[in-house]
């Protein structure tokens, strides 16, 4: 049985650019053939046994040859698998989509074309650029930059395309930049014509340069500016100074690693991605049910006794509904109960729930909470504190301390999440990572672990990146861990985080 070849425009790098329908084709793909100017960020939304195979090109080799590609396709679809084949930009826009389209037809397996926004147009948008405006220009052209290397002559009539529309727009065209302002300025191109190239447009490392016809290539020497890039043509590039907006955003030009766990991450990143920085997304906890279930178990069976039931993360609040559920437990045996929080973010899921919480610290931490409860509970109160297995114990310690019996259960546990720290370590030693962010004690320990399994130094690692972390708990555990802490959030919450991250000095 013949499986089917989704043929994805992934666009220019931003993941969120990827289309509803990409999106689902990605989320459903037993393989995904990928290439260097999708982003990997769009993997994490494939199945968790979904193949992935890299097929990315570089200027100068080949990881695989487009005949190679289209083979590898063919078999996949072939075996009755869902094949994604994930490609930057459009894939009919100098994608050679049509090729393994063509392909497909030959071999008579079925695909779906889903379109793509080309760089074309998203990355002078993201440049400050329209291709279009009516006080300049009615038209434009794409032209690739970069034809087949074994061509003798251009199949390109330059004396046709250099004045045919008031703005060009060549990808993949930088090494090829001294021939295409040579050909323009021939054939009828003003010199003093704006031109503008903008390199890795729409992601975190966008960089522009903007000269003329006359001085553009000079300034591309001068200031090592390499591909991938696309080269803006027109009196379009004037409007750059006036509608930049990308680069203007206060994250722009940060890489910020987020070490939450995966169920969590996508509030943190999507705070960093709106503000122009880029979430990677390496989480090194996973939260699982308790291994003490009897325990936990146990205590909500026993709801009516408690006075007060305690809860410190959010977390713990979707666990302890979450068991209450499948246990089939009434939420109204515990009316006697009265609430209390650590933490906004906390005391908002319980709220969700109908839930009302009469004590609630203005600092996030345990200490603040047993100095909030201390007016309130009384000596021979029953207490439940529903936690992580890794908390602290201060909280159950100073409450007995107070005369209450405190029932002190695991509602959830987190493991360790190492996957594969290679990528991870990669770009730390390159410094494109510039901000590294902890949200919990656990999330460093297992960070320093996860990084040991590939490079052991990770002090030195981290030399070029800065650390921040969401409360003076974390921050603690990662001094005694030998890490340098830039920043710590002064309100302990996600949003206090990326305040602190906005607020880091530059390094």
């Known amino acids: 049985m013949s499986g089917i070849v989704y043929l994805i425009g992934a666009g220019p790098g931003d993941p969120g650019l990827i289309t509803v329908k990409g999106l689902e084709a990605i989320k459903k793909a037993d393989v995904i053939v990928y290439d260097r100017l999708a982003s990997p960020q769009l993997l994490k939304y494939a199945q968790e046994d979904a193949e992935r195979i890299y097929v990315g090109k570089l200027p100068d080799r080949h990881t695989l040859q487009q005949e190679e590609i289209n083979d590898l396709l063919v078999e996949k679809a072939k075996e009755g698998k869902i094949v994604t084949r994930l490609k930057g930009g459009d894939p009919y826009i100098f994608g050679r989509g049509g090729e393994e389209a063509e392909r497909c037809v030959e071999e008579g397996i079925p695909f779906e074309v889903v379109p793509g926004i080309t760089s074309a147009i998203a990355v002078p948008a993201y440049a400050g650029i329209p291709v279009t405006h009516r006080d300049f220009n009615s038209s434009f052209s794409i032209i690739t930059g970069h034809e087949r290397p074994e061509k003798t002559e251009s199949s390109i009539r330059w004396d046709r395309l250099a004045t045919a529309t008031e703005t060009l727009i060549f990808l993949m065209g930088v090494s090829n930049l001294p021939f295409i302002v040579e050909q323009l300025t021939q054939h009828g191109r ?19 340069l903007v000269g003329t016809l006359a001085d553009i290539v000079q300034k591309v020497e001068e200031n090592r500016f390499r591909s991938p890039a696309i080269i803006i043509v027109g009196e379009v590039v004037k409007l750059r100074e006036k509608l930049s907006w990308f680069e203007k955003k206060p994250l722009f030009g940060k890489r910020i690693l987020v070490t939450r766990a995966r169920s969590q991450s996508s509030v943190l990143s999507e705070k960093i991605q709106e503000l122009g920085g880029e979430a990677l997304e390496f989480p090194v906890i996973r939260i699982t049910p308790p291994k003490e279930q009897e325990k936990f178990d146990e205590a909500l069976q026993q709801l009516p006794k408690y006075d007060w039931v305690v809860f410190t993360s959010a977390n713990g609040v979707k666990h302890f509904f979450k068991r209450l559920n499948e246990l089939k437990v009434d939420i109204r045996q515990m009316s006697k109960a009265r609430i209390a929080a650590i933490g906004p973010k906390t005391a908002e899921v319980l709220m969700d729930k109908g839930l009302l919480v009469e004590v609630l610290p203005e600092e996030y931490k345990a200490e603040a909470l047993v100095e909030s409860l201390r007016p309130f509970v009384k000596p021979g109160e029953e207490i439940l504190l529903p936690r992580a297995d890794l908390a602290r114990k201060i909280l159950a310690v100073e409450l007995e301390q107070i005369g209450c019996h405190v029932t002190d259960v695991d509602a959830y546990d987190t493991r360790i999440e190492t996957g594969d720290a290679t990528e991870v370590v990669d770009l730390l030693e390159k410094g494109a990572i510039q901000v590294v962010t902890f949200t919990s004690s656990s999330t460093v320990r297992n960070f320093v672990e996860a990084i040991r399994t590939v490079r052991e130094d990770v002090q030195a690692l981290l030399s070029h990146s800065q650390i921040v972390c969401i409360g003076p708990i974390t921050a603690q555990t990662a001094k005694e861990l030998g890490l340098q802490i830039d920043a710590v959030a002064e309100t302990y919450t ?5 305040d602190a991250i906005q607020q880091l000095p530059a390094k």
């Open 190 to 208: 003003a010199a003093d014509t704006p031109v503008a190239l903008v390199r890795w447009g729409t992601r975190v490392e966008q960089q522009a």
């Open 494 to 498: 996600i949003d206090g985080l990326v």
